[in-house]
């Protein structure tokens, strides 16, 4: 199944409630992840522009894109973005294509 990562911006309101009343945010999101037919991997909060991020595995886009937009419906999130991750080898696979299709591509108005 294809490695997704999600990373997440808690708002302002959802932050004050967690130091108001400590608790561990892992098990609701694996509870959604698992719902879509999801694995969660690594879970993790973070220091930054965004407030957390975690590796999920999915069996489709859609499975992926159903989970974030569940999260993003709860209201707990400023911003909520879902990222497919490629491996090394798939990347290295997508080089080559480049390279073996020799296609340009003409900008507007070129």
Do not use: C
């Not at 108001?20 to 909060?45: C, M, N, T, W």
């Not at 490629?86 to 294509?97: C, D, I, L, N, P």
């Amino acid at each position: 199944m294809p490695l997704y990562e999600m990373r997440w911006m808690f708002k302002d309101a959802t932050i004050k409630a967690m130091a108001e009343r400590p608790q561990d945010r892992e098990p609701p999101a694996r509870e959604v992840i698992e719902s879509f037919g999801g694995k969660l991997h690594h879970y993790y909060f973070m220091l930054g522009e965004y407030d957390g991020l975690a590796i999920v595995e999915f069996p489709d886009y859609a499975s992926a894109a159903a989970t974030s937009m569940r999260a993003s419906a709860s209201g707990a999130f400023a911003r909520f973005e879902t990222h497919p991750l490629m491996t090394a080898q798939e990347a290295q696979r997508a080089m080559q294509m480049v390279k073996d299709k020799q296609a340009t591509y003409r900008a507007p108005n070129a």
